[in-house]
């Protein structure tokens, strides 16, 4: 009887698929990060605007959303759904006044869906989140070319550019101002950990919305550089989750540890790379 049962020949072939998994996974992990790098790599080599091109309108709904939630907090230390609802609600009506098209209040709705969805978080049940993103999905498919737009697309924010994201939350800036604003964004930039693309969205939004003339030109850069670090060394921690759970999964720690990890870089991976 050879090691946990396992004949010599059966642990040989065991190993082998082992080796081969670990191989073959590694590979595809290193290969599909390295082209993540790349593509960041290339962006801050060649302009901010080629760098904007990789920016998703999700990542930047989430930042508009993180910002606005933050202002609603500032201003309600102790902020409650009703409370939130009491403010973006005339705000809407205020976006409204001056924006008659459907897409435009699509892109008011959205982002006050962000907002709700970064106070509430997900639920099971249904969210108030939920009731603006149906409403930006009805005027949406109002233009005939957008009839077959789902719940996702709008959830993905995949019909708008990120530039408008961020236009459409300055004005909501704007008109939110009760003179503390900047005191606000002050703060959010000194205070706001960067731990992850909402994170950098808002920061972005904070950025554009309070430099002006030259300084507005070397802030962004400053932030363009900075993302991109991060995007880099993003893919780097990815690729070092994958290779740990491979190792685990074939090397010397028990089977059910070395599972445990590799279903959570998974998560953690593939995770992000659908967002």
Known sequence: MGLLGF??????????????????????????????????????????????SQISPYEAGRGAGKLLKGWLRFKH????????????????????AEDHLPQEQALSRFIVSKALFSIEGFKLTHCRYE????????????????????????????????????????????MLDDGRMGHYLGSALQKFPLRDDADYMAQLIAVTFQAEGDALGVAINDWFQRYCDF?????????????????????????????????????????????
């Open 7 to 52: 004949s010599g020949k059966q642990l040989k072939k065991t190993l082998s698929a082992g080796s081969l998994f670990s191989t073959l996974s590694t590979a595809i992990a290193q290969r599909v990060l390295s082209r993540s790098r790349q593509k960041w790599e290339q962006a801050r080599a060649e302009s901010e605007q080629a760098l904007l």
């Open 131 to 174: 009731s603006y993103q149906q409403a930006a999905l009805e005027r949406l498919r109002k233009n005939p070319e957008q009839r077959q737009l789902t719940r996702h697309d709008v959830f993905q924010g995949s019909v708008f550019l990120p530039e408008e994201i961020i236009a459409a939350t300055h004005r909501m800036l704007l």
């Open 231 to 275: 995007k880099i060394e993003e893919s780097h921690q990815q690729e070092l989750w994958v290779n740990t759970s491979v190792n685990a999964v074939t090397g010397g720690l028990p089977a059910q540890v070395g599972w445990d990890l590799l279903g959570r870089a998974g998560k953690h991976w593939f995770g992000k790379q659908s967002k």
């Open 77 to 96: 230390p102790r902020l409650s759904l009703p409370q939130a609802e009491g403010e973006l609600l005339p705000l809407l009506t205020a976006m409204d």
